[in-house]
């Protein structure tokens, strides 16, 4: 959130304590001298450890070696930096380096000129990093941010909690999934924890959902025309109710925020619920929201979405996507270059170490030496096809709408073609 890695374009709020700190978007050195003082405005969502220390050791190098530049970071909440940034963004006055998942989003800001095209400034460096990790920041043929990370979305799970319910194999259909729930209940154990307040997580079971029901083809014909109002996505709808109806969510789950000491990742860093569908950076969130630091450490295991019987669409084919940065239009000088720096093979080993980061950078690969990252990168690579978070792929108001659209049917308030018609209605406003 990833998930998270806008990884989605819900507006959250920004809290009292956190609006008391937040720095203005614009540089206070806008000067096109590069030997000249410069502030960079620096916004990015890794506001817990690991990676939290890590940038800002990285930037603090950068200064050293640097002494006209100042870096000045901002770590934002996932939710906080989406409602922030849209504050900035409808001023027209972003960040000079912030956080970006690509996709709609991204070619919104550039749309509006927001946002630096990068590709000659790149261009030296960029054949360094894996292709399929710039794809979402490639806009009509030129490069408009930068992947520090690659990932997808799959289900992580508690072996201990799995093993008290006598699970002994992984799902390898959406029936199975079911069947799994029915057990861990069965055994007095919590199957699913589910931000319900943030609403994206909800999204990711839609949404795979679909993939595996219409296949990629069904999810890129819809952006065409507009029109989600087809079988396909009704039944996606409706296997996702399967699940609803069995109420494999923790207590609260409707309030529940994603990254908060009793959120998502706490439920399960903390062992209160047996699994979780969420991206990469799902065992440093959930360790750095547990009560002991450490989360479920050699607990945690890892499996991709299974098929659906019937379904046109293969289960080697990831959700998921890249988190990166983009340059806003007024950034000083330096910004491109202190970016460069953020995506050396060194830089990315240290970030991959820290087993928060799926390297982009082809030469940092082996530095991944978390197992549950190595098992995510296999599947990556074995991929047949990807899709990009679709509250992300599609045009913000549209992803929003199937954000909140899920959330509802989750909580039992809309049906499966109520839920078709109401993205449909906004796709085809746009």
Not at 58 to 85: D, G, R
Not at 198 to 204: A, E, M, S
Not at 236 to 253: N, S, T
Not at 395 to 408: H, T
Request: some cysteine.
């Amino acid at each position: 959130m990833t998930a998270h890695l806008s990884r989605r374009t819900l507006l959250g709020l920004v809290g009292a304590g956190a609006g008391a700190y937040l720095l203005s978007a614009c540089s206070d050195d806008e000067s096109g001298d590069p030997d000249g003082p410069q502030t960079i405005n620096w916004w990015h969502i890794q506001n817990t450890e690991p990676m939290l220390p890590v940038w800002a050791a990285m930037a603090q190098e950068y200064q050293s070696a640097h002494s006209n530049v100042t870096v000045k970071i901002q770590p934002l909440e996932n939710e906080a930096f989406k409602a922030k940034l849209t504050t900035a963004t409808q001023a027209g006055d972003p960040p000079d380096l912030f956080q970006s998942w690509g996709g709609g989003v991204l070619k919104q800001q550039v749309d509006a000129g927001l946002v630096k095209d990068l590709t000659d400034d790149v261009e030296p460096w960029i054949g360094g990093l894996v292709p399929a990790a710039l794809q979402p920041f490639t806009i009509d043929d030129r490069i408009y941010g930068v992947p520090f990370d690659v990932g997808m979305v799959g289900f992580w799970y508690n072996k201990d909690l799995f093993a008290r319910a006598g699970i002994t194999a992984m799902p390898t259909s959406w029936s199975g999934v079911l069947d799994v729930v029915r057990k861990l209940k069965a055994a007095g154990i919590v199957p699913i924890a589910l931000a319900g307040k943030d609403k994206w997580p909800g999204h990711f079971y839609w949404a795979y959902l679909a993939m595996r029901i219409g296949g990629l083809g069904a999810l890129q014909q819809a952006a065409k025309d507009k029109n989600f109002d087809t079988p396909d996505f009704v039944a996606a709808g409706e296997r996702l109710k399967e699940l609803v109806d069995l109420q494999p969510f923790q207590k609260g789950f409707l309030g529940a925020e994603y990254g908060s000491p009793d959120g998502q990742a706490a439920t399960i860093g903390n062992g209160g619920a047996a699994m979780e569908l969420m991206g990469q950076w799902a065992p440093s969130v959930q360790a750095s929201s547990s009560t002991s630091k450490k989360g479920l450490g050699d607990k945690l295991g890892f499996f991709p979405f299974p098929a659906v019987d019937g379904g046109k669409g293969s289960a080697s084919e990831v959700f998921g996507g890249g988190n990166g940065f983009a340059v806003g239009k007024d950034a000083p000088a330096a910004t491109v270059d202190f970016l460069k720096s953020l995506l050396t093979a060194d830089s990315q080993r240290r970030a991959a170490k820290t087993g928060a980061v799926l390297p982009t950078v082809k030469e940092a690969a082996p530095a991944i030496s978390d197992p549950n990252s190595k098992v995510v990168a296999e599947n990556l690579a074995n991929a047949t096809g990807f899709q990009l978070y679709l509250d992300q792929a599609y045009p913000p108001a549209v992803g929003q709408q199937v954000n909140d659209s899920v959330a509802e049917l989750i909580a039992g308030n809309k049906s499966p073609a109520q839920v078709v018609k109401d993205v449909t209605q906004v796709a085809k406003s746009q």
